[in-house]
């Protein structure tokens, strides 16, 4: 029995100096290394601003849902999570902080203690990634949960010019306060997954919460409430002052705009300190760019926080979509409204 067994191992032996022996003589038939999966870390921007997270966002099912996710991309290393200057206010981001922190590689980092004011979420990731750079360097996944209207605007310029660096983004948002237009651009050219939507805002973990998921990834079971069916205006009984109220009619579809390819391609190309935050002025050529009506534009302007007539048609003037002409005299009893006329169709690009 003993002979047996060391027969078995010489020969195992033999086989395998012969091998490596073979491998050394004959250098084209060694099989090629397998390359080792680099560790990246995945870094979740969350940018409340006065929108409270929902309790079941704390649920161990959207935690596993980031992972797998982010572990598409390569070995998740380390999950960072930098709040917003309003969730730290929020006995959901403590309970979100101690629920994270019991895993070995996921970090909370607080912005709180560090800076003031966080009000452009573009900016916060810069900073961030900037200051951590032997960190946080690409390859790098970024996962981003934000309300998807004004933070939409001002993250386009940073998602793209850190897409071009060589950063892998995940923009969760929720779809219906997206901008069709820029949900659509977001899907062209970044990984954009409506995964806030999907969460549901119920109080009752029993509706979010699957035990037994079938799929590896973490299942989420929305639940949705039916819409209740609108009402029917009735014009028949007029108003206090007799007069009847004239029904406003809506805006065209934002899903309608032309995309912003060839814009943000050649905003990207010019050199100098505007083009990662659309911000302020750049809202304007936004959405000059999209916008082909006032009545659009001005559903934009108001998403990026212009609100104000006069604001934002004197931050046309400098961003220099409105002609020379715009501040001509003005006649006698003129308002500003008669002015909006400047902002058709002058849009000029840079």
């Known amino acids: 029995m003993e002979n047996m067994v060391n027969k078995i191992f010489r020969s195992l032996e ?15 038939s060694r099989s090629p290394p397998r390359p080792t999966p680099i560790p990246k870390p995945v870094l979740i921007f969350w940018d409340a601003d006065g929108c409270k997270p929902p309790p079941t966002i704390l649920n161990e099912a959207f935690v596993n849902l980031i992972r797998t996710t982010a572990s598409k991309y390569g070995t998740v290393r380390k999950i960072s999570v930098y709040p917003g200057k309003v969730v730290a206010r929020y006995p959901e981001y403590t309970a979100l902080r101690h ?20 009000d452009v979420l ?23 949960l934000t309300k998807g209207d004004a933070a939409s605007l001002n993250l386009l310029g940073t998602l793209f010019h850190m897409h071009a660096t060589g950063y892998t983004i995940i923009l969760a948002t929720r779809t219906r306060t997206l901008l069709p237009g820029l949900a659509r651009l977001l899907t062209q050219h970044l990984d954009w997954q409506d995964l806030v939507d999907r969460v549901s805002y119920s109080h009752n973990p029993g509706l979010y919460h699957d035990p037994q998921p079938s799929d590896s990834s973490a299942s989420i079971i929305s639940a949705s409430k039916p819409k209740p069916k609108p009402k029917p205006r009735t014009t028949s009984s007029p108003p206090p002052n007799g007069r009847l109220r004239k029904d406003k009619t809506p805006a065209p579809p934002l899903s309608a705009f032309t995309p912003l390819t060839t814009y943000l391609q050649t905003q990207l190309t010019r050199t100098g300190a505007n083009y990662h935050t659309l911000h302020g002025i750049d809202a304007f050529q936004i959405a000059h760019a999209l916008a082909p009506t006032l009545a659009q534009r001005k559903i934009i302007y108001q998403a990026a926080g212009v609100s104000k007539l006069r604001k934002y048609l004197n931050l046309a003037e400098k961003a220099g979509l409105v002609q020379s002409h715009y501040n001509a005299p003005k006649k006698r009893g003129s308002r500003a409204s008669h002015r909006m006329v400047a902002l058709r169709g002058r849009y000029v690009p840079h």
């Open 99 to 118: 629920a994270l922190g019991e895993t070995s590689d996921v970090e909370m980092v607080d912005t709180q203690a560090s800076r003031k004011r966080w």
């Open 14 to 28: 033999y086989r395998s100096l012969q091998a490596a022996y073979d491998q050394i003589l004959n250098p084209s």
């Open 122 to 144: 573009g900016l916060m990731c810069k900073n961030i990634l900037e200051c951590n750079l032997e960190l946080f360097a690409p390859p790098c996944t970024l996962f981003i």
